[in-house]
Every structure is written in C-alpha cells, then in structure tokens.
C-alpha cells in the first residue's frame, strides 16, 4: 500500500464530486504516472476497515495529476469535501484500486 506525506486540502471552485487534482510528485508517491486516473475512492468506512481490506461503501472518482496545483495539495470541489468530511488537512492511501482520504486534525 502506498500513501502520501500529509496534504492540504483545499476547495476548487467548479470542480464535481467525482474529481480530485493533486500535483504529480504526490500522484508519484501513490504510484500514479498517468494525467488522469479512474480509482475507488472508500467513503463511510474507518481506516481500520480500509487496511484490512474490507470494502465498504466507494465511488467511482477521477484523480487528476496537474503540475499547476501546488505541492502538498489535493483540490477538491465542495459536495466532495463534504463527502470526506471536511478535512484541512489529510494523508491519501492508495492500494491499487481503492483510495482512501485519511482526515487529519491540524
């Protein structure tokens, strides 16, 4: 499983619930090259369930890798902040399918 440093997490404006951008280096950290990729993003379920494998609820979500987002970011639109609980901050989990969006306090 591979995940990235902790990340800010900030709104972008006009962007839907099922995108999210990062910049490529932390795209890399993940495992992810490609400009875009379609993945599982687990929602309403702890990280616990999530290492273990378990699958609960997910969505289909596009992560886009875009050298114009600053480092250390994942813009997000609002109705998908709010899915994640909004969170300022967070580390991103990826195990090749599923992403899960760790919320951390600041």
């Known amino acids: 499983m591979k995940k990235t440093g902790s990340l800010k997490v900030s709104l972008a404006s006009g962007m839907g619930r099922d995108h999210l951008v990062m910049h490529p280096n ?14 599982q993003l687990c929602v309403n379920e702890s990280l616990e369930s999530y290492l273990k494998g378990e699958v609960g609820d997910t969505e289909e979500v596009r992560i886009g890798l875009l050298n114009e987002c600053p480092v250390a970011t994942i813009l997000v639109g609002a109705a998908l902040h709010r899915r994640l609980g909004d969170p300022s901050r967070a580390v991103v989990l990826f195990d090749g399918q ?6 951390q306090s600041t």
Request: charged share 25%; proline share 5%.
């Open 26 to 39: 932390d795209g890399f950290d993940l495992g992810l090259m490609r400009v875009e990729h379609p993945v």
């Open 98 to 103: 599923r992403l899960y969006v760790h919320s």
